[in-house]
């Protein structure tokens, strides 16, 4: 089992930066995949990063070159820093873990934070 939290969503200006932060209650560097998706009002979730135990991202065509995720093993969280935002990054961005266990995967969830980016 593993508890994920989201924080650092907000609103700001199109232009602008946030970082978001998803705190996790076991050893990130543990998980074999950490992913942030965004899920836009009315429309369904989109994945738009990840990153692997190694330490490999990728990235969706739309954030590529804007976001970059990254993974903070001590303390257990892993980030998605977001720069030259646009209002089409606007909506509730949601942490994901991702764990294989005998063949066997394991999905967890975050309870979202909220980005609003303005025009």
């Known amino acids: 089992q593993v508890q994920l939290v989201e924080s650092g969503g907000g609103l700001v200006q199109a232009g602008g930066s946030l970082r978001l932060s998803c705190a996790a209650s076991?050893?990130?560097?543990?998980?074999?995949?950490m992913k942030w998706y965004r899920q836009a009002p009315g429309k369904q979730r989109e994945w738009i990063a990840s990153?692997?135990?190694?330490?490999?991202?990728n990235y969706a065509d739309s954030v590529t070159g804007r976001f970059t995720i990254s993974r903070d093993n001590a303390k257990n969280t892993v980030y998605l820093q977001m720069n030259s935002l646009k209002p089409e990054d606007t909506g509730d961005y949601y942490c994901?873990?991702?764990?294989?266990?005998?063949?066997?995967?394991?999905?967890?969830w975050g309870q979202g934070t909220q980005v609003t980016v303005s025009s």
């Open positions: 994901n873990a991702v764990l294989w266990v005998v063949s066997r995967r394991y999905d967890y």
């Open positions: 076991k050893s990130v560097a543990s998980i074999d995949i």
């Open positions: 990153i692997t135990s190694t330490g490999a991202a």
